[in-house]
């Protein structure tokens, strides 16, 4: 009749579409759909959308980060340089293979692999904690130092860096309690995304479990299809954040 | 009676029953309620729920018109009063508005007007109504220990500096109900754009599933600013780090930025369905498509659009730059051009109908009128010059209840009659729900007009204490409110009578062309008993009276 029945049912003028009326009714196929084809449609549109309340939730974040790096741009500077970037880059080297992994497991999902699934779920899941891990060591190390914004935060860093065998130049003392704001940013903003990588490796335990009892080996697979997009996107806030507060401004000295 | 005075249309009640198998005794027991993957069955919950706390926020509503009966600070302390405020408006914004319509009707409707089963995600559907007692427990419980008193507008540096009050409380049953509205509007937008039945276009939705499509994105796309603006101010709070704090280096204005960003979108959640309901309920009451169809449904994505390029006209006197306060004030009078289309057009499709005036339609002429008044006093306020003088005062007040009471809770309530037959089965009584919504309509002018008035004499708004001139109009508005106490109990009553003693509706006893009154009332579990093939317009009364004519055929 017209084009919006091809969107509700995508294969009515398919003419090469064989398996249709096999019907290989999966029993992960919930009745309120049309079809199965339909039911996965609806997962993964409804992933991309939750996904743009995600984008819309850290572009909160995004844009304090905005403002006050324009206001407090020298404090911003300091602070920024106190992040240690080795760290950071070999975190977003473990991220990014974290993700890779990911990407192999949905194909394995897809090509009906089991074991090739479960094992890669398993190497996604170790490289998220790996991730975690090393950001447990780059916290600790601002616990150590008084970075910690709040009662016991100190500037005395940034007031009078040579003391402390930095190349820094020093700060005005207003400005240096300015840095409190980009901890305070670095924390909420890191903080944040690795809420969401624990909330995604919980997530990880309970699909790999499932993957063992073999529940995506059968051509059902949008859980991990969808939760591969979720982990994607981690991964790319990330790729946001390494250089906003790890790489800008850096500067030979 | 004679034919031309109304379209009800029932069944013989002699020999009327109600459909044996309905969504209603499909199940039984009290677990078949709290476990439902049904979407009907969870707009009843959500019925239930935010007619329950639409009173709690109506009772605070009471208390600050009794305390403003006298000039004098009598009934409440300074600080009691600010709580009773920031409760009545917490309540009657997260907890009744923003899901008043979606969450009841929306969810009841919007698979059936589009001729499906269910929405695309039932388990989300019920998590949704979980959360939203989640966060409604929550903000009781602020209030039980002690309440808060910021307004519901959290305003900073208020909310994290300066106030020893439960914010944090407050603010997290807020961030619980957000998520609540989130997943209410992704399950709207999925379900809308993968699950139409076949022949069911864009362009033959009825225009409450256009207006819910727009309100679902603003929800969508707003609401996560609001959860991570209120992630900061609990921290703010609990760490004492200054985000928002100037004498820590905080920006008091980024709050508003980032607050204003949903909850100015936030208000076209509040009315978008709203909208939806005026649109079925006018065209089914003069029996005619709605005028200029197309540019409805693209106002309602106007509107949501625009919605988000107009959010600082909150802020004209907090300091923003003359020329971003000019840019705002410009962008806000375009709201008012998709909103002045959808009130020409439902004029328009009055003119010349074969108008009756069942209460669903009353409560519609309630909307037109009263929303007019909100929108146009609305465009005052954008007004930058105007702004200046009647900010902060009772003229805001009476602008937004125009807008949110006036409009949204007199669409909610016309709807709730107009579906009632079909979510129930039976019919209320006509006469007494006529007499609540003239009570309604009575009542509310009377509350807020005169607050206009005061507003314009410079009354500030969220004070408990006013000079002596001001009494006579603030009494007036007491006894408005009063009668709109009344207003609001009635259909209380007779709809809570009409479940037993009712009459029996029949499938379609307003005879009109949804979907949804071509099944049984109470509908099944599953709505249809096969996928209904579309092939004709929304609103098309041809086709219903062809239908009904081969019906009758049919059975002879």
Known sequence: ?253 | MSATHTIVNLPDQRTATLPKRTYLNNEDGLLSWLLTGDHKRIAMLYLVSITFFFFIGGAFAGLIRLELLTPQPDLVAADTYNKFFSMHGIIMVFLFLVPSVPATLGNFLIPIMIGTKDLAFPKINLLSWYLYWLGGLVVLGAMVLGGVDTGWTFTTPLSTHYLNTHVVTAAMGVFILGFSSIFTGLNFIVTIHRMRAPGMTWFRMPLFVWSHYAASILMVLGTPVLAITLVLVALERLFGIGVFDPTKGGDPLLFQHLFWFYSHPAVYIMILPGMGVISEVISTFSRKRVFGYTAVAFSSVAIALFGFFVWAHHMFIMGVSNYSALVFSLLTMLVAVPSAIKIFNWSFTLQKGSITFETPMLYAFGFLGLFTIGGMTGVFLGALGMDIHLTETYFIVAHFHFVMVGGMLMAFLAGIHFWWPKMTGRMYSESLSKLAAVTTFIGFNLTFLPQFILGYLGMPRRYHAYPQEFQVLNVLSTAGATVLGVGYMLPLIYLAWSLKYGAIAGNNPWQATGLEWQIQSPPLTENFIETPIVDHEAYDYEWLEHKTAHEVTTVG
């Open chain 1, 1 to 253: 009749m017209d084009n919006a029945i091809v969107a509700t049912h995508p294969h009515t003028h398919e003419t090469a579409v064989p398996a249709e009326h096999e019907h290989v009714a999966l029993p992960q196929h919930r009745h309120h759909f049309e079809t199965q084809e339909q039911q996965r449609e609806a997962g993964t549109f409804g992933m991309w959308l939750f996904l743009l309340t995600e984008i819309m939730f850290f572009g909160g974040l995004f844009f304090a980060y905005l403002l006050y790096r324009n206001w407090y741009n020298p404090a911003f500077v300091a602070a920024s340089n106190q992040l240690s970037i080795p760290l950071g880059t070999a975190n977003t080297a473990i991220l990014i293979s974290s993700g890779f992994f990911m990407a192999l497991g949905v194909w394995a999902a897809e090509v009906k692999k089991k074991n090739l699934l479960v094992l890669f779920l398993v190497l996604t899941t170790v490289f998220g904690l790996a991730f975690l891990g090393v950001k447990y060591f780059e916290y600790k190390e601002k616990w150590e130092l008084h970075h910690i914004p709040g009662a016991s935060f100190d500037v005395s860093q940034f007031i009078n860096p040579h003391a402390y065998g930095l190349k820094e130049e020093p700060l005005a003392p207003d400005m240096a309690q300015k840095t409190q704001v980009f901890f305070f940013l670095y924390f909420a903003m890191t903080g944040m995304h690795a809420l969401h990588m624990i909330i995604g490796i919980g997530l990880l335990f309970w699909l790999t479990w499932r993957a063992n009892r073999g529940e995506f080996s059968a051509g059902y697979v949008a859980p991990i299809e969808n939760f591969g997009l979720y982990w994607h996107f981690v991964d790319i806030v990330w790729i946001f954040l390494f250089p906003l507060l790890y790489l800008i401004n850096r500067h030979p000295v």
